[in-house]
RNA sequence: CGGGGUGUAGCGCAGUUGGUAGCGCACCGCGUUUGGGACGCGGGGGUCGGCGGUUCGAGUCCGCCCACCCCGACCA
């Protein structure tokens, strides 16, 4: 709880993305340095999303299973490019029950290899495949610079890993999950996303083509927030994952691994947040309604409350709080909830019981206008309107802020300029050398080759030589 | 790993020429309050980052070490 204002977005975007985070006590600094406690206020955000992936992995025909969290270090090994990439971010165990061990074990950045090892033991014929298997737990990576949510050393997703019979399929099942992603982004997270496939330089350490989805934060910089990888038959062949086909041939799977984390409710602060705090989106939100009851005395007290737990009855449907908090005001009241994003407020005192209304306000409008008096009477269903407007606003107001940051380029002088203060989209000739010089001259990356593509040819931005696709041009996260 | 900085109560800070540690917020108790961040009174809380040295005496001076933060090369 904050006595103090947030600083503002404009001031201080990065400031007051962790004051948010600390004040709503969505998260918290653990004692390692780069680690993060996340609080229940944030588990509970969450355990929302994961339930929201989760159903879609199941409706898709994916499992859960759990791998372990120490991986030999010889298997990381195995794929060259995998382990070139994870190496400088391995935390070791070298020592266990105060013995050196003969074989260090790495503490798992992600679970391509054991999962590959496994899925080489249990794959034998073409009836075993697809193997579809996803894995809720966290990964460490020894990072240098870390933020909540968006960096963190250990941090916690999912991860799903699948290997089938042929290419098409993977690419197939790659290109899947990316949907998914990007529809739970867009309808439950209300945060629009651009899918794409990434450059060679982006893609993940082991992979043919990796794929992404990306959203734009409040401060125009892009955040990756999550990924599907075609691993072709990379990891397959580096664990020997082969089965015998229709004609009794041996064949080597053809792999895929995607993963989304808590990195996400990173993009869900710095998407729809503003200079009073969090705002959630109601299909997410740990609280979606919460009551603020005012009163002066016992005895108003005894006639408000019957008239909360009326309403809190009525609105049974919903994720609902009674802040019952003696010791506080309500303006305090108000402005905390506002801080942890809880879309909408009731406010009930001696006015409403004699009126037969409730207060009213919507998070996602700030001020007096967000405020309106109702009857108590038809209160459910004017809620669930009302939530189901307010995802639908933040989800509008983030796609044109989104859409007014994003600029088409044609030269490299004026893409110098708008990545300064949002996306360019160009033409690029998919040369290496001309993403990097980018990169190098104004910190922007290439963040993925839009699926959706103009068509025709363009001339690359950088280099001037044919391009067959766009590409966006971002500083991100 | 290079460059810069900071360590005193949970957080933010003050602490003079060396003299035995204080302020604001937070926290606890009581009372008055309560429709946009209330107020009064009374409390609790510290091996002053660590170790060593100088000194009658060190938060303060000296040495070494440690931790953390910011800026650059890597990243879900």
């Not at 007051?16 to 709503?24: D, F, G, H, M, T």
Request: charged share 25%; aromatic share 10%.
């Amino acid at each position: 709880m904050a006595d103090e204002k947030l600083p503002t977005r404009s001031e201080n975007y990065s400031e007051w993305y962790n004051q948010v985070i600390l004040r709503a006590e969505m998260a918290d600094y653990a004692p390692v340095r780069g680690c993060m406690v996340v609080r229940p206020y944030g588990w509970a955000l969450w355990e929302n999303m994961q339930a929201g992936l989760d159903r879609r992995f199941k409706d898709t025909g994916h499992q859960n299973a759990a791998f372990p969290l120490l991986i030999p270090m010889s298997f990381l090994e195995k794929e060259k490019s995998h382990v070139q990439g994870f190496a400088p971010e391995l935390a070791v165990v070298t020592v266990g029950g105060g013995e050196t061990l003969e074989e260090p074990l790495v503490v798992r950045p992600t679970s391509e290899t054991v999962i590959g090892y496994m899925y080489a033991r249990w794959i034998k014929s073409w009836r075993d495949l697809p193997v579809l298997i996803n894995q809720w737990g966290s990964v460490v990576r020894w990072e240098m610079r870390t933020r909540l949510f968006l960096r963190t050393m250990e941090f916690f997703w999912q991860e799903g890993h699948t290997a089938h019979a042929t290419p098409e399929e993977a690419l197939e099942e790659t290109l899947r999950i990316l949907d998914i992603y990007a529809d739970f982004a867009i309808n439950e997270a209300a945060i629009p996303v651009i899918k794409g496939r990434k450059s060679q330089a982006e893609k993940f350490a082991g992979a043919v083509n990796s794929y992404s989805i990306e959203a734009m934060m409040g401060d125009t910089r892009a955040l990756q927030s999550a990924t599907s990888h075609d691993l072709g038959q990379n990891f397959a062949k580096a664990f020997e994952i082969q089965y015998l086909d229709q004609t009794n041939q041996l064949q080597y799977c053809w792999t895929t691994s995607w993963g989304m984390s808590t990195r996400m409710i990173g993009a869900i602060i710095m998407t729809h947040g503003d200079d009073q705090g969090l705002i959630l989106p109601p299909r997410l939100a740990p609280i979606q309604v919460v009551i603020v009851p005012i009163y002066k005395n016992d005895e108003e007290r005894s006639k408000v409350m019957a008239v909360v737990e009326n309403v809190r009855a009525q609105l049974s449907a919903f994720r609902l709080k009674v802040d019952d908090r003696t010791g506080v005001t309500p303006g305090f009241k108000y402005n905390d909830w506002e801080m942890r994003g809880v879309p909408l407020r009731l406010e009930i005192g001696p006015k409403d019981v004699e009126k037969g209304s409730v207060a009213l306000a919507r998070r996602d409008v700030p001020g007096r206008e967000g405020k309106s008096f109702v009857p108590q009477e038809g209160l459910a269903a004017r809620v669930g309107d009302l939530l189901e407007e307010i995802q639908a606003g933040l989800l509008a107001r983030a796609t044109a802020f989104r859409d007014e940051h994003i600029t088409e380029v044609a030269d490299y002088d004026t893409l110098r300029e708008v990545v300064q203060n949002g996306w360019a989209r160009a033409w690029w000739c998919g040369n290496p050398a001309c993403e990097t010089k980018v990169k190098d001259e104004t910190r922007a990356s290439t963040r993925n080759i839009p699926t959706e593509q103009p068509g025709g040819k363009g001339h690359c931005v950088v280099c001037g030589e044919t391009a067959s696709e766009q590409v966006l041009f971002a500083r991100a996260y």
